[in-house]
């Protein structure tokens, strides 16, 4: 794969081959102290363990082993048998309080709550090394790490409500995918710990780390198993109809406030902070106002941002749910960095403007990362927020320009430029009606639109690309014959990519997808393609992988939409955005 020079953190990934109606107010009150009361009990637990435990987190492979002495209960046997990880996960549960006498339904809360606990000391004992001075390279992967514990932990506490159950409570498709994104948590961290050369930082955390993402991984597979949504590998899939949308072009079902926001006009709606560069708004820079606008917010924050071009890195923390940021248009709101791993960055750090905030919504703006091709990974927008929606906005960079981190994303109308793996990420995402642009990239590379990193078949994860238009943006246009452009390349073992009723211009290569590294996920990836058009759908030429298929049947395909995809909880219709559920007509 003759690629030239890719950065340091390309060569490391690509080293990688392990396989939402009212309730009367007493009852209303009455549910919510009991899950606040569950709250209060699991945090306890979580900081009680996160000290007494750090020690235990270091233990050897020998003592980890010799838990195995204790003789594990039927249910705990059956139970590991679901997972990738069945050794680790008989010693962990066995050592556990309440594992021996406890059923198999039961060990579900346990595994939940035991590796909570152990995510929790981690995070703990990562504390402990922050006042270390560190270069830029560990500082950067020692930043994205504790950042990512703290996810997890919440992402894992939030799941053991499932599991709780109750009205009111989330539901089991919120858990996958809470668990699935506390397992790319893991994985990222590691990444950016592969690229740091201080060995003290490195092995500090990998130690703090031990085990962790196998645990989670473990968790994730118990829970799938006694999941009532086990329709397609992990895919929560719900028999909903079809919906209707209103001549306005929002879904029926809307919140008429919220409608009535998305169909107005930019410079017409009620902000709650302006964002202009000259002072005629509540702020002169984006990120002033993310610092300013509330954290926990139950209502929708909306921030406006006036045309002009902001030279800033913006990072949209987990706390800060419910923003809208609202730019004047495509070319004119734009948003720049120029942060990449030339320059001692992670990948996962390079990001121009990054969310992790649960509803978060984008629109009217561009957002760009400059470096430049000579500089490799460098993300313009990384979103790890849950129910985010992208709409109308243009995505511009090279090497890693969209980075669809985890959980449920759906982009709609976006213009999206890059040339190798400009697409990639874990989350269970859906672009819809966008304009994918490929560039011209450096002498001796190809272009791979797509790397898709699901790491264990039992996350909710994929890339669809649904109603979309594949072309050779104008530089590429210029040099096509001499660029090969493919699909994707499978950048973990169950790497999962569709392509569904989409256009695709002549800059694809007729083998259409890429290896990795030689038959690495070769038999164990899902790529699909299903009713393409254009010059460069032509499948007779495709790849023979066994991963592969040519999707003949309407229903396999329609496990891809939004409506099956990232419907979940009714969170999309919400948010007033235009949405086709399911397949187009």
Same mark, same amino acid.
């Not at 990562?126 to 992967?141: F, K, L, P, T």
């Not at 926990?296 to 006036?306: A, E, F, H, L, Q």
């Not at 890195?313 to 706390?319: E, L, T």
């Not at 990420?425 to 642009?437: E, F, S, T």
């Given at each position: 794969m003759d690629y030239g020079k890719l950065g340091p953190s390309e060569s490391i990934r690509s080293s990688f081959s392990d396989p939402t109606q009212a309730q009367p107010t007493t009852l209303r009150h009455h549910r919510r102290r009991r899950r606040f009361l569950l709250l209060g009990l699991t945090a306890t637990l979580f900081l009680a363990a996160s000290a007494a435990s750090v020690a235990l987190l270091l233990r050897s492979k020998t003592n980890r082993r010799a838990g195995l002495n204790r003789s594990p209960t039927q249910a705990i046997s059956q139970t590991c048998k679901l997972t990738q990880y069945p050794e680790l996960c008989i010693s962990s549960l066995v050592n556990f309080p309440g594992a021996l006498? =406890?059923?198999?339904?039961?060990?579900?809360?346990?595994?939940?709550?035991?590796?909570?606990? #152990?995510v929790g000391s981690a995070r703990y004992?990562?504390?402990?090394?922050?006042?270390?001075?560190?270069?830029?390279?560990? #500082?950067?992967?020692?930043?994205d790490c504790v950042e990512l514990l703290d996810d997890s932990v919440h992402q894992l506490s939030q799941s053991l409500l499932v599991v709780a159950g109750g009205d009111g409570a989330p539901s089991d498709e919120d858990a996958l995918t809470?668990?699935?994104?506390?397992?790319?948590?893991?994985?990222?961290?590691?990444?950016?710990?592969?690229?740091?050369?201080?060995?003290?930082?490195?092995?500090?955390?990998?130690?703090?780390?031990?085990?962790?993402?196998?645990?989670?991984?473990?968790?994730?597979?118990?829970?799938?198993? =006694?999941?009532?949504?086990?329709?397609?590998?992990?895919?929560?899939?719900?028999?909903?109809?079809?919906r209707r949308l209103l001549a306005s072009g929002f879904p029926d079902w809307v919140n008429p406030i919220d409608r009535k926001l998305l169909q107005t006009p930019g410079d017409s709606i009620q902000a709650d902070f302006i964002v202009s560069k000259d002072g005629s708004g509540t702020h002169k820079t984006i990120g002033d106002a993310v610092k300013?606008?509330?954290?926990?917010?139950?209502?929708?924050?909306?921030?406006?941002?006036?045309?002009?071009?902001?030279?800033?890195?913006?990072?949209?923390?987990?706390?800060?749910?419910?923003l809208m940021f609202v730019g004047e248009?495509?070319?004119?709101?734009?948003?720049?960095?120029?942060?990449?791993?030339y320059d001692k960055f992670t990948t996962f750090?390079?990001?121009?403007?990054?969310?992790?905030?649960?509803?978060?919504?984008?629109?009217?703006?561009?957002?760009?990362?400059?470096?430049?091709?000579?500089?490799?990974?460098?993300?313009?927008l990384r979103v790890g927020a849950d129910r985010a929606v992208v709409y109308h906005c243009s995505i511009i960079g090279y090497q890693d320009s969209l980075y669809v981190?985890?959980? #449920?994303?759906?982009?709609?109308?976006?213009?999206?430029?890059?040339?190798?793996?400009?697409?990639?990420?874990?989350?269970?995402?859906?672009?819809?009606?966008?304009?994918?642009? =490929?560039?011209?990239?450096m002498a001796k590379q190809k272009n791979t639109i797509t790397a898709q990193n699901r790491k264990d078949p039992n996350q909710n994860t994929g890339i669809s690309i649904?109603?979309?238009?594949?072309?050779?943006?104008?530089?590429?246009?210029?040099?096509?014959?001499?660029?090969?452009?493919?699909?994707?390349?499978?950048?973990?073992?169950?790497? #999962?990519?569709?392509?569904?009723?989409?256009?695709?211009?002549?800059?694809?290569?007729p083998a259409g997808w890429l290896e990795w590294n030689g038959n690495f996920a070769l038999s164990t990836l899902y790529y699909g393609e299903y009713m393409n058009e254009g010059p460069g759908a032509g499948v007779a030429k495709r790849v023979k992988w066994p991963g592969f298929r040519v999707i003949t049947e309407e229903e396999e395909a329609g496990k891809f939409t939004v409506g099956k995809f990232i419907y979940g909880s009714s969170w999309l219709p919400a948010t007033g955005v235009s949405f086709i559920a399911g397949l187009s007509e």
């Open positions: 006498d =406890a059923g198999e339904r039961d060990l579900v809360h346990i595994s939940l709550n035991m590796t909570l606990q #152990r004992a990562a504390s402990s090394i922050a006042g270390v001075s560190m270069n830029q390279i560990a #500082r950067s992967a020692y930043d809470w668990l699935s994104a506390a397992l790319t948590n893991q994985d990222t961290c590691a990444e950016g710990l592969d690229m740091v050369d201080d060995r003290y930082v490195q092995g500090q955390m990998t130690n703090f780390l031990k085990d962790l993402a196998e645990l989670v991984s473990n968790s994730l597979a118990i829970f799938a198993a =006694a999941s009532r949504n086990q329709d397609f590998s992990g895919i929560p899939i719900e028999n909903r109809k079809r300013a606008a509330p954290e926990g917010s139950s209502r929708r924050i909306i921030i406006y941002v006036k045309a002009g071009r902001y030279e800033e890195n913006i990072k949209v923390a987990r706390k800060k749910i419910n248009g495509m070319g004119k709101t734009v948003v720049a960095g120029s942060r990449s791993v750090h390079t990001a121009t403007f990054a969310s992790t905030g649960t509803g978060f919504i984008i629109k009217e703006m561009t957002i760009e990362n400059s470096a430049g091709p000579e500089k490799h990974q460098a993300v313009a981190h985890s959980q #449920r994303q759906f982009f709609r109308e976006c213009d999206i430029y890059g040339t190798i793996d400009f697409i990639f990420g874990n989350a269970a995402v859906v672009l819809q009606k966008c304009n994918i642009w =490929a560039r011209k990239p649904h109603n979309c238009k594949i072309m050779a943006a104008s530089d590429l246009s210029a040099v096509r014959g001499s660029v090969q452009t493919f699909l994707g390349r499978p950048w973990k073992m169950y790497s #999962r990519v569709v392509y569904m009723q989409s256009f695709m211009g002549d800059l694809i290569d």
